[in-house]
């Protein structure tokens, strides 16, 4: 089967998350037939690429170059070429500063194509047995303490699934951290999927610090964490605006942060809890 490439056109095209065999025809026809390919890191792209006698021409694309290559490559895209931008692993633009040139390129007027296949958590989740029919995606969290404080605090009574990513050098703080935030709910924690060593398997919070704490932690992690009880009441249902307040004064939050935390908590706009403690 032919698959057509047009000119003016960024495609997004996934990659294998692990095994390289874990990718469509008709993305590798793609890669074939544009004008250039962004990637992340053109060493690993190459990799695949040699596998598949693939000889497109390469652009680097990642973080930290991400505003001024965007614009190269919006630019000849819009003189009339074709390009596949693609990740290190899995889908652009899930976590990933692709996210950056689709917004730029569609901004720009430019024609985007995203082609199916695979991803971490897709993957991850349909072998979780985790409930499914509802679930919120945070991928990474954010290295500022503050920033994955108020986070977390977000998740506190969210009763759908929850799933994140995480290194394993920051597996076992993250866990600490899901443990302290959320209780002791159930995770499915899936270890290098499609890989070699790839493993699923089932903790609580607290089992999964212990685990973690006697066991080196080793490739990259899908933590997919169970929601809040449905019938579980908010530690806070019983507790006035001060009392909430107060709550999170008592855990070390400044007052201006503790006010931020209960609105969070009550779903309301912070200066409703400024006005109730007026």
């Not at 960024?10 to 026809?29: K, Q, S």
């Not at 290559?69 to 652009?92: N, W, Y």
């Not at 979780?128 to 679930?135: E, I, K, L, N, V």
């Not at 600490?176 to 903790?203: P, Q, S």
Request: one cysteine or more; a negative charge; proline letters at 5%.
């Amino acid at each position: 089967m032919a698959y057509e490439v047009n000119g003016g056109t960024l495609y997004v095209v996934p990659t294998p998350i692990g095994n390289l065999a874990d990718i469509t025809e008709r993305a590798l026809e793609t890669l074939k037939n544009v004008n250039f390919i962004a990637a992340e890191d053109t060493r690993v792209s190459g990799k695949l690429m040699s596998l598949y006698n693939i000889q497109t021409s390469f652009v680097s694309y990642h973080e930290h170059n991400k505003a001024q290559a965007g614009e190269r490559i919006a630019e000849r895209l819009l003189s009339g070429e074709s390009c596949a931008i693609v990740t290190d692993a899995g889908t652009p633009a899930i976590s990933d500063p692709g996210e950056d040139l689709v917004a730029l390129c569609r901004k720009k007027g430019i024609n985007v194509v995203p082609l199916p296949g695979a991803s971490a958590f897709v993957t991850a989740l349909s072998g979780s047995g985790m409930p499914s029919r509802r679930f919120c995606f945070e991928g990474f969290l954010p290295p500022d303490k503050s920033e994955r404080r108020d986070i977390l605090d977000y998740y506190k009574n969210e009763k759908r699934t929850v799933i994140f990513y995480e290194a394993p050098h920051r597996v076992l703080e993250t866990a600490k951290e899901l443990y302290k935030a959320l209780g002791d709910r159930k995770v499915c924690v899936c270890r290098e999927m499609t890989k070699l060593n790839e493993e699923i398997r089932d903790f609580t919070l607290s089992e999964l610090v212990t685990y973690l704490e006697e066991n080196q932690p080793r490739g990259e992690y899908v933590l997919i964490v169970g929601g809040a009880k449905r019938d579980e009441k908010p530690f806070f249902e019983d507790m006035s605006v001060e009392e909430h307040v107060s709550f999170y004064e008592n855990q070390g939050l400044s007052r201006m942060d503790a006010i931020k935390s209960c609105a969070r908590d009550r779903r309301v706009p912070k200066n409703e809890i400024y006005k109730q403690l007026l």
